[in-house]
């Protein structure tokens, strides 16, 4: 019988049966060992650490090294930052002048660029655990930037409130969430004397901004002012450039771990299909990350073409809606928790009454001294200047005395509040500049003790839960500062005169001081410890009769 001629493939132009399947098992041997490379490098990748990627170790960098390189960058931030909202006392009067508003609704605007980034403090706090310190410091640089350009547009009190309290506002309070969660993070034993460093530059942005917004207002107008002032804010993008992750964020973390699953998925028990090749493809081209793109692409394809997978997909679905759900309950239990917390909770009053109180004398210093005929403009060193001057030593030395081991930093905080109500009360009282200086400057020192909010908060809760706790200490500050301003403001249009709106400053800042101190007395720990003895006893003496019994 003759030899028949090997039998051809119609699909293969011409290469007979036996070339193709050398061809096709060639092929898929390729295929194999580029998916064995993968899985061991995947494999090997999974087994380093979460920190590995250029990420220093928290052991060796806690309270040195790079950490000053992480106190100047938020110094700068908060200098940055700040400058302009806490010398707003400065540019109050001249929006008086340009928009012929009273002082109640012209108030608002310095009471919510410095309140409503406290109150959105929770989801600062959120966005800093999520997506670090450096991506929100950039993203905060842009709205402050853009708050206060825009703000030099605005035709009204109305948009003044929008751009200059909203915007800038909320950029402020990414800027403060980041660089206290970074700053906390890579301090342990000097974590006070950092947390004082950084804050001072609220402080000294507030002295320097306020002379320097003077002077550019007589030069190029209340306009040129902003613009520039944006200007400078812009630099905020490179301050974020400093601020190296201790640890990775959250976001993230989760962006790795579904990696690593997705790898998991793909390379346990790869299906032979999805290596069948045809000829002349170009396999040597095949990169991982193709490989990756086109298995991906078929498993969502056969997913939504299947009811089967339509019914996988859904639960899926469901179940992350679940894990999501129980994440938020747990969240609101944590938070429920915190507020349990007799020391916990009489902070979050005493910071609420403070900002009620403390803030407003500072916006309406000027106008005080303007109205009460001490001054005929505004100086060249403002008292908003000599405010934040002083608040800056006020907070490099209660920073350095909270870390002094005798010293309770709770009740330390009480004598700062008792302190700056005392000196409020005294306010209406002075009848001279000179008086108004010595006051504004006790004000001010004694306004530093918020260098020690993180400090009690973590001594408080501790460092895990730094953020969440922080977030709604913060809160109740911002709820109090966008209250304090109008209510006083309102006080003046009501009685032409400041004398009330002081005594009511005055007043809520000692109640605040009062209550701290009177919930930090060590009585309350004792009496409970006393009730936790009598129950054990209680129970062991049933434990014994029923025993007995």
């Not at 006893?537 to 434990?543: F, G, I, K, V």
Request: charge should be neutral; glycine fraction near 10%; include cysteine.
């Amino acid at each position: 019988m003759p030899n028949s001629p090997p039998s051809r493939c119609g699909l293969c132009d011409g290469t007979t049966w036996s070339e193709q399947d050398e061809k096709v098992a060639l092929c898929f041997k390729q295929m194999t060992s580029l998916v064995d490379q993968t899985r061991a490098a995947s494999t090997s990748r999974r087994t380093l650490p979460v920190d590995s990627m250029s990420l220093p170790s928290s052991k060796n960098v806690l309270d040195g090294g790079w950490g000053w390189v992480i106190v100047v960058a938020c110094f700068v931030a908060q200098f940055l930052a700040y400058g302009s909202p806490q010398s707003v006392g400065v540019l109050y009067p001249e929006w008086l002048h340009a928009f012929q508003e009273g002082k109640g609704m012209t108030a608002w605007v310095g009471s919510l660029v410095s309140g409503v980034g406290l109150i959105a403090s929770p989801v600062c706090s959120a966005c800093v655990d999520n997506f670090g310190a450096r991506p929100v410091t950039i993203f905060s640089g842009v709205m402050v930037a853009g708050g206060l350009m825009l703000s030099a547009f605005a035709p009204n009190v109305q948009f003044l409130i929008f751009s200059y309290g909203i915007v800038v506002g909320l950029g402020c309070g990414l800027v403060y969430a980041a660089t206290l969660t970074i700053t906390c993070q890579y301090f342990d034993k000097r974590r006070g004397l950092a947390l004082g460093i950084v804050t001072t530059g609220t402080s000294v942005g507030g002295f320097l901004y306020a002379t320097a917004q003077n002077e550019l207002i007589l030069l190029f107008d209340l306009d040129g002012c902003l613009l520039i002032i944006g200007a400078l804010a812009l630099n905020l993008m490179a301050c974020a450039g400093f601020m190296r992750p201790l640890n990775m964020p959250a976001y993230y973390l989760k962006q790795k771990a579904a990696l690593e699953r997705t790898e998991e998925q793909l390379f346990e028990n790869p299906p032979a299909d999805d290596f069948k090749t045809t000829p002349g493809t170009g396999e040597r081209t095949l990169t991982v990350k193709g490989l990756l793109i086109i298995i991906d692409a078929k498993d969502i394809t056969i997913t939504t073409t299947s009811k089967k997978g339509g019914f996988m997909a859904g639960s899926a679905i469901v179940k992350i809606i679940k894990e999501k759900r129980q994440a938020y309950s747990k969240y609101m239990h944590s938070t429920a928790d915190f507020l349990q917390d007799r020391n916990f909770m009489a902070l979050c009053i005493a910071i609420f009454l403070f900002s009620l109180g403390a803030f407003p004398p500072v916006l309406f210093m000027e106008d005080v001294a303007m109205s009460e005929g001490l001054i005929d403009e505004v100086s060249i060193i403002p008292l908003v200047s000599i405010v934040a001057v002083t608040a800056g030593m006020g907070k490099l030395t209660l920073g350095i005395l909270a870390d002094v081991r005798w010293i309770n930093s709770l009740f330390l905080y009480a004598f700062t509040l008792l302190g700056t109500g005392a000196a409020l009360l005294l306010i209406p009282i002075s009848k001279s500049y000179v008086g108004l200086q010595i006051l504004s400057a006790v004000v001010g020192f004694f306004s530093g003790n918020w260098s020690l909010t993180s400090y009690i908060t973590t001594k408080i809760v501790g460092l895990d839960k730094l953020t969440q706790a922080h977030g709604i200490l913060m809160f109740f500050g911002g709820f109090g500062i966008v209250l304090g301003p109008p209510v006083v403001g309102c006080f003046f249009d009501w009685t032409q005169s400041y004398d009330l709106a002081f005594y009511f400053s005055g007043g809520s800042v000692l109640l605040g001081g009062v209550t701290l101190f009177l919930c930090a007395l060590p009585h309350w720990d004792k009496k409970k410890a006393d009730i936790d003895r009598f129950d054990i006893q209680y129970t062991s003496n049933c434990d014994k009769v029923a025993s007995v019994a």
